[in-house]
């Protein structure tokens, strides 16, 4: 499927593949999800299949039977390396990730460094994301940036630059990704989920505040019908509790987690676009709420609250924004 949103951003660094000299070290910048690891690894492909071919590859996707292709798919491509949190337990990689991208990674990078390129006069490394080093790691990098193995380019994915080294971020050309428009999303999410009804395809979208990331990662969790409950809530106020109630009896099963989750991550962003639209005091009350609505959602996984009385609560400063 071909990159959405971000155009500028990514016919700027296509711009520099064509231009005299290539900036040896990239920065891809911007909130998590918007496709920044996505273009990071079409990037990586077209440097290494254009080096290869010694010419310059019709635009788009590169076909997925392209020879460099092939061997990046299969992880067997000599001049590439993609640097990432690697499983807790090697026999489970689909369980949880270590917590940082350790030191031992980055040093395992150098006896690829040590000899030429195998394929054609580049190699190309990944980081996804950079923000994940442990500070030994990062401190390793950074000598690979300050004197750069002949012919290597380093694409580096971050979620928060303000985190990394200063040096590292120094030695980098930054290219920033912003959050994608409604339109974008929705295309995307259509695209991935075809059989989502226009109520799911626009809860999404909203959920995911210029994310497709964030969207897909609420996809099958019925999230119109949260976003329902809440805007009912936030109209009545539910002085009767009817509403707060049957979420609380419904998301409050450990059947229920993931929507439950869901529904922790969404109440206060739905706050936040009620407070978008008020001045004053109500204004006022809706930032106030907004606060409590995070820190409740904070402490609710981390203190592993009570499920059902954690909804039911949230559900209370949701009501409060039914004060005018």
């Known amino acids: 499927m071909e990159l959405i949103g971000n155009d ?114 580049r190699r190309v490394v990944l980081i996804d994301a950079v923000d994940d080093l442990e500070r030994a790691g990062a401190n390793a ?26 040096t590292i971020r120094s030695r980098c050309r930054l290219l920033r990704f912003d959050p994608l428009t409604a339109s974008e999303i929705a295309t995307i999410l259509r695209a991935h989920l075809p059989e989502a009804s226009a109520s799911e395809i626009d809860a999404l979208v909203r959920a995911g505040e210029g994310s497709p990331g964030r969207a897909l990662g609420f996809a099958g969790l019925d999230l119109a019908a949260l976003e329902t409950d809440l805007a009912a809530i936030a109209a009545s106020g539910d002085a009767n509790n009817a509403i707060r109630s049957r979420l609380a009896k419904l998301l409050g099963t450990k059947a229920a987690q993931p929507r439950y989750e869901a529904f922790l991550e969404r109440a206060p962003g739905f706050i936040a676009e009620a407070a978008r639209s008020r001045s004053g005091e109500p204004l006022r009350i809706a930032l106030d709420t907004y606060a409590a609505a995070r820190d409740l959602a904070g402490a609710a996984l981390g203190l592993s609250l009570d499920a059902g009385a954690t909804v039911f609560e949230m559900s209370g400063l949701v009501a409060r924004l039914a004060n005018r």
């Open 8 to 121: 500028s951003a990514r016919a700027a660094f296509l711009a520099a593949m064509r231009g005299d000299t290539l900036h040896h070290a990239w920065l891809f910048t911007g909130p998590e999800g918007v496709g920044k690891a996505s273009f990071a690894r079409e990037a990586a492909l077209r440097l290494l299949a254009e080096a290869a071919a010694g010419q310059v590859l019709p635009p788009g996707s590169i076909p997925a039977d392209n020879a460099t292709a092939r061997l990046i798919a299969a992880g067997s491509h000599p001049d590439y390396r993609v640097l990432t949190r690697l499983p807790k337990d090697p026999d489970k990689p689909d369980e949880a990730l270590a917590r940082s991208i350790t030191i031992a990674q980055v040093r395992a990078l150098q006896p690829m460094f040590a000899v030429r390129p195998g394929f054609s006069s």
């Open 141 to 166: 990098l950074l000598k690979n940036l300050e004197e750069p193995p002949l012919g290597t380019i380093f694409l580096l994915v971050s979620h928060a630059p303000g985190r990394l080294l200063p």
